[in-house]
């Protein structure tokens, strides 16, 4: 039997040598045939953020060297944060991390090495793996160059094709993908159907992140998929003082078996990642219930309040020639920024990044769909 241990989002700022986990937490991840993790923004170095929309981050440099210390053995890249700090942050974080001898998938120099799958054996079990994000700043899509550094896209058809290559060469095919809305428990519908459809060409397991929040999983005929796991280790200014309890999982792998797993819960206590006790765990039960009981009624007011509470002000600004919104008070309030020179916003970049990222754009087509069949109260 061969385990794969698989955590979520990791940004560490605070902690100096780099380890982020409880003992007994990287006994277990140090237990498994192979770990991985989302790494979710590069090394901090002294060059110039690029321009975007939405927060940059950076972790410790030493954060690489305390991952390989705690167990683990693969960085996935792809990701909305991998690129904060341009091709210089990339090719830093990469060369760190080939120096404590981790591998890294899912972002390059081009377009063949951001698309590159790994494959492991182990146990003489062949494991294919693929990375992949939603379209944000550092993709690389259609109208990338083919030497364009970057992450590689969700939504390419490349990703199709490499999942139909290895599950011809490897036992079990696993995708671990970033996508999703922020800070809700269920995922939206276009990418449960798309992260089904990877299982359809031959996944034997989805391990989504990104939502910062954990979600249910589901079987989907001999596959499963775990839509997130949530926050690993988080500490930005936002998520500092969360305890972001959550989940890991380890997948255990055995020769013409189904994939089953384990599910390590922990949260985050002094500045480490540890695992939680009973009354601490997050109820997964609960999680996997909504994703069939009354999934619909969920998706439609989620869908409807980002659009209201946080896509159509922002759309609206980003196209106005003026500091308005659409809103008295908050027009109003972004005048007043605007005059003391305040929260400078680059509205072509913020236009960018509403239309372009595609679970702003599924909410806000299927919010407009409600509103127009006069939908649009819970």
Not at 48 to 72: A, C, M, N, W
Not at 239 to 265: A, Q, T, W
């Given at each position: ?7 979520g989002?990791?940004?560490n700022?605070?902690n100096?040598?780099g ?10 991840i ?7 993790c989302?790494?979710?923004a ?10 975007k ?8 440099k ?10 683990f ?12 700090y341009?091709e210089?942050?990339?090719t830093a974080?990469?060369?760190e991390a080939?120096q ?8 390059g ?21 693929i990375?992949?994000c939603?379209a944000q ?7 990338s160059?083919e ?7 969700i ?7 490499r999942i139909?290559?290895l ?8 995708v671990?993908?970033h ?13 449960r ?8 060409l031959?996944a034997d397991a ?7 929040v ?8 001999d596959?499963?998929?775990f839509?997130?796991l949530?926050?690993?280790?988080f ?18 792998l055995?020769k013409?078996k ?21 009354e601490?765990?997050?109820d997964?039960k609960?999680?996997?219930?909504i994703?069939?009981?009354d999934?619909n009624?969920s ?5 409807l ?6 896509i159509?002000?922002n759309?609206i600004?980003?196209l106005?020639p003026?500091?308005?919104d ?6 109003v ?7 003391l020179?305040r ?7 913020l236009?960018?990044?509403?239309l372009?990222?595609e ?7 299927h919010a ?8 649009d109260?819970p």
């Amino acid at each position: 039997m061969t385990k794969i241990f698989i955590c979520g989002d990791i940004v560490n700022y605070g902690n100096d040598d780099g380890l982020i986990c409880s003992s007994s937490l990287s006994k277990k991840i140090s237990e498994a045939d192979y770990s991985i993790c989302n790494f979710e923004a590069p090394i901090e170095i002294n060059s110039k953020p690029v321009p975007k929309s939405g927060p940059h981050h950076y972790q410790e440099k030493t954060t690489i060297s305390g991952l390989d210390r705690q167990g683990f053995n693969l960085l996935c890249l792809a990701n909305n944060h991998i690129m904060d700090y341009g091709e210089s942050g990339l090719t830093a974080t990469i060369k760190e991390a080939k120096q404590m001898g981790l591998e890294t998938i899912g972002a390059g120099f081009n377009f063949n090495q951001a698309y590159e799958p790994v494959v492991k054996r182990f146990n003489n079990i062949k494991i294919g793996f693929i990375n992949a994000c939603e379209a944000q700043f550092g993709v690389i899509d259609y109208f990338s160059s083919e030497n364009q550094p970057g992450y590689a896209w969700i939504n390419h058809s490349e990703i199709d094709k490499r999942i139909l290559e290895l599950k011809k060469e490897c036992d079990f095919v696993i995708v671990l993908a970033h996508a999703g809305l922020e800070h809700y428990d269920i995922p939206q519908k276009e990418w449960r159907l798309r992260f089904k459809h990877f299982c359809d060409l031959g996944a034997d397991a989805v391990v989504g992140s990104h939502p910062h929040v954990p979600q249910g999983y589901e079987y989907y005929n001999d596959s499963i998929i775990f839509y997130s796991l949530g926050n690993f280790y988080f500490d930005s200014k936002k998520f500092r003082m969360k305890e972001d309890s959550s989940y890991s999982i380890i997948l255990e792998l055995g020769k013409n078996k189904k994939v089953d797993f384990e599910p390590i819960f922990h949260y985050k206590k002094n500045g480490v990642v540890q695992l939680a006790p009973i009354e601490k765990q997050i109820d997964l039960k609960v999680l996997n219930n909504i994703l069939f009981e009354d999934y619909n009624r969920s998706h439609d007011n989620m869908s409807l309040e980002i659009f209201y509470g946080k896509i159509k002000k922002n759309l609206i600004y980003s196209l106005s020639p003026i500091p308005y919104d659409g809103g008295l008070k908050s027009s109003v309030k972004r005048i007043i920024n605007f005059l003391l020179g305040r929260n400078k916003v680059n509205k072509r970049l913020l236009s960018l990044h509403l239309l372009r990222n595609e679970s702003y754009y599924y909410a806000t087509k299927h919010a407009l769909e409600l509103i127009s069949r006069n939908k649009d109260l819970p």
